[in-house]
């Protein structure tokens, strides 16, 4: 049956091209169209924990519920000893303490809100790359009254490297204080509403302007994202129970889980378009050929072949159709994401966003396989009910068309 099924699918040749062609055209576009979607959320979740989040977020317990009305009652006192009981961790490659403030900027002439972190400038710059400095330089690391500007507030307030500004706010007891700084560069993240109200100052000078020694979070940085879920856990195990919170990036990242969601539905939807394109393609060809052959299956069932032996042989030629089909999809497929990475797509800020980027295509296994197994599938399920047709014929209907 097999050797026969195999010496029919090449017996037609130009019929058996255009089937493969459809197959491998589906195959194809779910596989460039799977990587092209899996690196946009790559790079969007790459930058989200490089320029913000980090991939864990240590607070006091508290802190998330509370933590908006009294943002001071809820501070970690003592960070470096929460950091030295989770150093040992597996995958870690920083932990990095932050001050987070709103206040007052002013230009002399003109006073925005703002929303401000204090930094350990050292620890940051040895992992986050994805913030882009559109003019002046980073804050250096043992520098005092260092300010960086997102690049919307810097606009608002004609503020540029070299100019001075102060920050005004209300500290923990209730007073005011000031500081002066120097504007040393303008920043730029994925996000245009982060930088439209972001500064960045060292987390010596936050503490100083709030008047006090203690830190709002612990973020940690990590070796690899995949890692992130495990190290979670067993940050939770090797902390106090109930003293502390800690959240993951996609708990914390809205704009990013939203995004996903979005583009994993459009996806599902491309994929059944895909899907349907192959099965009318296919079917198409499979009832050319059915048509064209309904003689040769008069003949079989004339000489005693029975109806199932015709659906055997015409199943067993579209299943090796659909192998050698969804197989060079695959090839094809992952050569030209293979091509398409090396000159990479130049893309436009997405909503919500402040630059483009340059798209790749990544080969995701997962992504394969599941091409091929719509190839497959949708290749059987084409030839199907042509074959089952072609089984219950009349013989002496079939025979007619010799």
Known sequence: MWRLAWRNVFRHRMRTALTLAAIMFGVTALIVTGGFVEDTLVQLRESTIQSQLGHLQIYQAGFLKSGRLAPFKYMIEKPENVAAQLRNLPNIIEIMPRITFSGLL????TTVGIIGEGLDIAKEARWAHALKL???RQISPKGRYEILLGQG???SLKLKPGDRTTILLNTPGGALNSLDFEVVGVFQ???KDYDDRAVRITLDDAQELLGTTAVHKLVIALKDT?????VADQARQALAQGTFEI???????DFYTKAADLYKRYFVVLKLIVLALVLLGVANTVNLTIYQRTGEFGTLRAVGNRGSMIFRLLFS???LVALLGSFGGVVFGVLLALLISLIGIPMPPMPN??????ALIQVVPLEVAQAFVVGLVATLGAAYFPARRASRIAVIEALRHN
């Open 106 to 109: 002013s230009n002399s002439r």
């Open 134 to 136: 559109l003019s002046g």
């Open 153 to 155: 507030i810097a606009q």
């Open 189 to 191: 993240t994925f996000s």
């Open 226 to 230: 995949v890692t992130t879920d495990i």
């Open 247 to 253: 959240r993951t990036w996609h708990e914390l990242a």
């Open 317 to 319: 030629e579209y299943l």
């Open 353 to 358: 966003t402040n630059r483009g980027y340059t």
